[in-house]
């Protein structure tokens, strides 16, 4: 399955490509609809940095109503995703994928080229 890649035209050399499956980009769409966040709001990724160059990066995500003024803004699906500056080197790559299994429940799964969970160096 082909997975989207993420990038403004005007930013397509510094923006991070984020891979977001379609089962992530139809989920992520449903939660800010139901949230009334679709127009205005978007869906913030987040990244834990671990201590020192090989503890694992952790990513996360949360909706937002607005992006904060130095956010970097993407668009995917009429979806927008807010990064903070800092968080840009840490995603550029990500994978994003929403699994719904019997066995181990819903939700979200991250996955980095540079190893399970991404790494800080």
Do not use: K, Y
């Given at each position: 399955?082909?997975?989207?890649?993420?990038a403004?035209?005007?930013?397509?050399e510094t923006?991070?490509r984020i891979?977001l499956?379609?089962?992530?980009?139809?989920?992520?769409?449903?939660m800010?609809?139901?949230?009334?966040?679709?127009?205005e709001g978007?869906l913030?990724i987040?990244?834990q940095?671990?201590?020192?160059?090989?503890?694992?990066?952790?990513?996360?995500?949360v909706?937002e109503?607005e992006?904060e003024?130095?956010?970097?803004?993407?668009?995917?699906?009429g979806?927008?995703?807010f990064l903070?500056?800092?968080?840009?080197?840490?995603?550029d790559?990500?994978q994003?994928?929403?699994v719904?299994?019997?066995?181990?429940g819903?939700?979200?799964?991250?996955?980095?080229?540079?190893?399970?969970?991404?790494?800080?160096?």
């Open positions: 399955m082909a997975l989207p890649e993420l403004l035209p005007e930013q397509a923006s991070p891979h499956t379609s089962a992530a980009l139809e989920r992520i769409h449903e800010l609809e139901e949230e009334d966040l679709l127009a978007g913030r987040t990244v940095h671990g201590g020192g160059c090989s503890a694992p990066l952790q990513f996360g995500m909706m109503v992006p003024v130095d956010d970097v803004v993407l668009m995917a699906g979806v927008r995703l903070a500056p800092r968080s840009v080197w840490s995603v790559g990500l994003v994928d929403f719904d299994s019997p066995f181990l819903s939700g979200f799964a991250f996955r980095h080229p540079r190893g399970s969970a991404g790494r800080s160096c």
